[in-house]
């Protein structure tokens, strides 16, 4: 079975410029997750989606964070425009029940 | 403060000891206690679990405690090697919507 997946591994962009992160959860995970972890620190939740719809989003920074999950599969992450704080790890994890599986993540350099 | 602290930051064991973390969070109504495991420039992965309504649990070297009273819980390694070199998160559930708040890691070495 296939894990969550990922993609970019790797970006490294220009501060003011956009960028997007895709996240393909684990088949038939209804439960999908994006989090930032910083260099040294624990990850943190930036929003939760129960299918389709966003069930917790209070720690997304609304100015410049948006994600969606149209179909209720696979989401997306974008940040416009990108800061140099925003340099950090964004994972996606995706769940049926408690326990979370995490996606390899995406390494964001803001230069 | 923080809703889950870890201490300590840092652990060195040598092989064959035995290593312990304690975590300790504030939300009383958490029911939920997952440890990570996230080797370097890795995904992090659940090595074990407890829930509100058990005091320990134990898989092969692995064990967790909880103790709700107190509001802590500890992961447990025995005869550690060197693969169990990793940081470890330990994570637990905001009671109002589940939301899992986790610790800022343990660094683990084993010594050889």
């Known amino acids: 079975e296939a894990g969550v997946v990922q993609s970019p591994r790797y970006k490294i962009i220009e501060k003011k410029q956009p960028v997007a992160f895709w996240c393909n959860p684990i088949?038939?995970?209804?439960?999908l997750y994006w989090y930032r972890q910083n260099l040294g620190q624990g990850p943190e939740l930036l929003i939760r989606?129960?299918?389709?719809?966003?069930?917790?989003d209070s720690q997304l920074p609304k100015d410049r964070f948006s994600a969606e999950r149209l179909k209720g599969v696979d989401s997306t992450l974008k940040i416009q425009p990108a800061e140099l704080g925003d340099s950090a790890v964004y994972l996606c994890?995706?769940?049926?029940?408690?326990?979370?599986?995490f996606g390899p993540g995406t390494r964001l350099t803001v230069l | 403060g923080e809703n889950v602290e870890q201490h300590p930051s840092t652990l060195s064991v040598q092989e064959g000891d035995s290593a312990v973390i304690k975590c300790t969070y504030s939300?009383?109504?958490?029911?939920?206690f997952p440890w990570y495991k996230q080797e370097l420039g890795k995904r992090p992965q659940l090595i074990i679990d407890?829930?509100?309504?058990?005091g320990e649990k134990k898989d092969q070297r692995i064990a967790v405690t909880l103790n709700k009273t107190a509001k802590h819980f500890s992961l447990h390694i025995t005869e550690t090697q060197p693969e169990d070199s990793a940081v470890y998160f330990c994570?637990?559930?905001?009671?109002?919507?589940?939301?899992?708040?986790f610790g800022k890691g343990n660094q683990v070495v084993v010594i050889p």
């Open positions: 939300d009383s109504a958490s029911n939920y």
């Open positions: 088949s038939g995970h209804n439960t």
């Open positions: 407890i829930r509100s309504n058990v």
């Open positions: 989606y129960e299918n389709e719809e966003a069930v917790d």
């Open positions: 994570a637990a559930t905001l009671g109002g919507n589940n939301r899992l708040a």
């Open positions: 994890a995706s769940s049926l029940e408690d326990e979370q599986f």
